[in-house]
């Protein structure tokens, strides 16, 4: 069945017309391009063994994506042996429906940046259910007081220079905030600390998940996620079934080589969260409910994803690590930042879009703004083939599979 081009294309294109003119996406970009390529460089040059690791975890990616549905069951099972909850939402609304079963309504919660809160509209369904939601993560914080959506994958407000982050600063703290970032981050930390600790839940993804132990490996550096998973009572976290791999080592290999292609030769934090905090101090029996959350829930989400898997000339896009180094490198990145998009953006964007969020109608104009100059497949540490993706999706928008 073939893809009306024209139904999305008209508001796409003016979306990527009015982004090109935009002076303050101009000046983010190209420092934050600039500061990107000079770190991953001189990270790489300290840490040589980097790419040939990565070739490692493309392989044990490729196997675990062909082992999906065995791992998802070792993974439940793991989450459980701990004391945890696990379930399983096939789609979009079952992920959201599970989600509010446990949180309820007039609840106060704080919220790691995720990729898979965005695509499932998280934030907006809890805050429409009677919750208050607080994102945590310094650039998805300001998204929210802006009302805006990610423009990066990884960083989120890339396309806000810090004289617009003082604007919305000083408006929403009401009192005079400089554009100074040291001073922007200052203010957001004074704030947010207090939600932390009067939060009734923490929402969180996971970079990636080991099956064998139920372990969530989870990369950041603010230490908002920390905060945000250990101090209230309730731990969720919603996590893609693309991000399964068979063991603990593994996840560890996945973890080195997302950071690294990340940006950082090692983040400021790694957490590893396997279930609610415990403790075995009094005659060694173990009780649950320590310091830090008493439950502890994991939502794996499919919606898509194993259709995706099953599809031989698109499957190796589950091999993504988030890294988001692709879309320094995109050209046509670099000048619309995500607008060249939907929810998630770039080339390699487009095959989610297609097959996890927004569907075909959605990723027909983004398919068509890729240049498929390969420069993404470049800097992937995965080598995921991006234009040879981009270019079977644009032969089916126009014969169908």
């Known amino acids: 069945m073939t893809v009306d081009l024209r139904k999305d ?25 600039d500061a990107y390529r000079n770190t991953v460089a001189e990270t790489l040059e300290r840490f040589p063994h980097t790419p040939a690791l990565a070739e490692e975890v493309r392989e044990l990616k490729c196997q675990s994506m062909a082992n999906l549905d065995e791992l998802l069951e070792t993974a439940m099972a793991s989450v459980e042996r701990n004391k945890g909850k696990a379930f399983y939402a096939k789609d979009h609304q079952a992920a959201l429906e599970i989600a509010l079963g446990i949180i309820g309504t007039n609840k106060t919660i704080v919220k790691g940046k995720s ?59 009401n009192k005079e ?9 200052k203010v957001v930390r004074e704030f947010m600390r207090e939600k932390y600790f009067t939060a009734d839940i923490g929402i969180s993804g996971a970079n990636v998940v080991a099956a064998d132990t139920g372990a969530m490996v989870i990369i950041e550096n603010e230490g908002n996620v920390r905060l945000a998973t250990g101090a209230p009572p309730v731990h969720i976290v919603i996590v893609g079934v693309e991000k399964l ?22 983040p400021g934090y790694v957490n590893i969260v396997s279930g609610p905090s415990k403790t075995g101090d009094i005659e060694k029996v173990t009780t649950y409910g ?52 939907h929810i998630y953006m770039g080339g390699i964007g487009t095959i989610w879009t297609a097959f996890v ?21 470049e800097r992937c540490p995965m080598s995921i083939n991006v234009p040879a993706m981009v270019g079977e999706l644009r032969k089916r928008s126009i014969y169908g599979e």
């Open 9 to 33: 294309f008209v508001e796409y294109a003016k979306s990527l017309n009015t982004a090109c003119a935009d002076t303050n996406i101009q000046k983010a970009l190209t420092r934050s391009v």
């Open 245 to 266: 791999v068979p063991t603990f080592q593994d996840a560890m290999k996945v973890a080195e080589v997302t950071w690294r292609y990340a940006q950082y030769g090692i």
């Open 177 to 185: 905030v400089p554009p100074d970032i040291a001073e922007e981050v």
């Open 357 to 377: 969020s927004g569907g075909m109608e959605k990723a027909a104009p983004m398919a068509y703004s890729c240049l498929r100059c390969g420069r993404c497949v």
């Open 290 to 341: 320590a310091h830090g959350p008493k439950e502890f829930y994991v939502i794996f989400v499919d919606s898509g994803r194993s259709e995706m898997a099953k599809q031989e000339k698109f499957s190796e896009a589950l091999n993504c690590l988030r890294c988001g180094g692709c879309m320094y490198e995109c050209p046509v990145f670099q000048v619309t930042a995500g607008h060249f998009g």
């Open 115 to 173: 990729m898979l809160g965005e695509e499932l509209h998280l934030r907006e369904y809890l805050e429409d259910n009677g919750n208050e939601v607080w994102e945590t993560d310094l650039g998805e914080f300001i998204l929210q007081l802006r009302k805006e959506r990610p423009m990066h994958i990884l960083s989120p407000s890339i396309h806000v220079p810090r004289e617009q982050v003082a604007e919305v600063f000083s408006k929403f703290f």
